[in-house]
T-cell receptor
């Protein structure tokens, strides 16, 4: 069975700091990879996704993620975070049925 | 993007009663909908896959007689928690896929509290 690990459970950053959230998955075959964000009081929104092609994926709001097949990783990055990025971030893997990681709570202080 | 709604957003019920949660795709037809459960400070756990016109497929450990799923149309799936107990209190989230697209669109969730 597929599994997803997010090693950072809580991250606190100051505005303008760079962000990298780790995501590792267990499945060795072809995978679709996703990062979702859940802002306080809101529903899950897709940040970006990887199905195939260029392993460096750019998403909304300045986020990007890099698929490294040899490391089974799909880390999320943003060069300079903003206070409005405070949210919970979920990595997910799957084709239609998604397996989610446990999430990372990001707090950006102004 | 595509919009998925859930109703109600919050519900409080007494132990032993049944609660129905609706999930609607507002601007697209969803051949497949998913139901997730999210406990506090935990991730989403897939409960079942709902396909229009057929029986739902439940994940291991999810009681199909307790969590009844009906996907009667291409825009509506319902989850009924039967004989609810306090341990069923959770955040229930649905998602929908437009056609063969792999991207899921999530509803805002329903907070169920069973007293």
């Amino acid at each position: 069975a597929q599994s997803v690990s997010q090693h950072n459970h809580h991250v606190i950053l100051s505005e303008a700091a760079s962000l990298e959230l780790g995501c590792n998955y267990s499945y060795g075959g072809t995978v679709n990879l996703f990062w979702y964000v859940q802002y306080p009081g809101q529903h899950l929104q897709l940040l970006l996704k990887y199905f195939s092609g260029d392993p460096l994926v750019k998403g909304i709001k300045g986020f990007e993620a890099e698929f490294i097949k040899s490391k089974f990783s799909f880390n999320l990055r943003k060069p300079s975070v903003q206070w409005s990025d405070t949210a919970e971030y979920f990595c997910a893997v799957g084709f239609q049925k998604l397996v989610f990681g446990t999430g990372t709570r990001l707090l950006v202080s102004p | 993007g595509a919009v998925v709604s859930q109703h109600p957003s919050r519900v409080i019920c007494k132990s032993g009663t049944s609660v129905k949660i609706e999930c609607r795709s507002l601007d697209f037809q969803a051949t497949t909908m998913f139901w997730y459960r999210q406990f506090p400070k935990q991730s989403l756990m897939l409960m079942a896959t709902s396909n229009e016109g057929s029986k739902a497929t439940y994940e291991q450990g999810v009681e199909k007689d307790k969590f009844l799923i009906n996907h009667a149309s291409l825009t509506l799936s319902t989850l009924t928690v039967t004989s609810a107990h306090p341990e069923d209190s959770s955040f229930y989230i649905c998602s929908a896929i437009p056609g063969l697209n792999n991207e899921q669109f999530f509803g805002p969730g329903t907070r169920l509290t069973v007293l």
